[in-house]
């Protein structure tokens, strides 16, 4: 089993920046695609951003440009940059990722989400 863990949100002026990261630990062989989703109050959890085998990034069109993933394989962590925040922007955000794990010789892949992190952009 794999664990995710958020930091990093917080409450910030528009115009502002934050730094998300989501740190994976326990038994972890290897992390397949990561991504970021985040929920706005009374609405439907969305895709933000991911990055996926081989560094590839792709992002939903409203932070293309503003929001950066990156990944640090020794770390096994993954980053969310966001700048020019919007008070649009404002949700909990949550950390995705598919981790292969080892039991006993055999290896498994599993989905696992992280307990999300609250981003809260002012006007």
């Known amino acids: 089993q794999a664990q995710l863990v958020e930091s990093g949100g917080g409450l910030v002026q528009a115009g502002g920046s934050l730094r998300l990261s989501c740190a994976a630990s326990?038994?972890?062989?290897?992390?397949?695609?990561s991504g970021w989703y985040r929920q706005a109050p009374g609405k439907q959890r969305e895709w933000v951003a991911s990055i996926i085998s081989g560094g590839r990034t792709v992002y939903t069109d409203s932070v293309k440009g503003r929001f950066t993933i990156s990944r640090d394989n020794a770390k096994n962590t993954v980053y969310l940059q966001m700048n020019s925040l919007k008070p649009e922007d404002t949700a909990v955000y949550y950390c995705?990722?598919?981790?292969?794990?080892?039991?006993?010789?055999?290896?498994?892949?599993?989905?696992?989400w992280g307990q999300g992190t609250q981003v809260t952009v002012s006007s």
């Open positions: 326990g038994s972890i062989s290897s992390i397949n695609t």
């Open positions: 995705n990722a598919g981790i292969t794990s080892s039991s006993g010789g055999y290896y498994y892949t599993k989905n696992y």
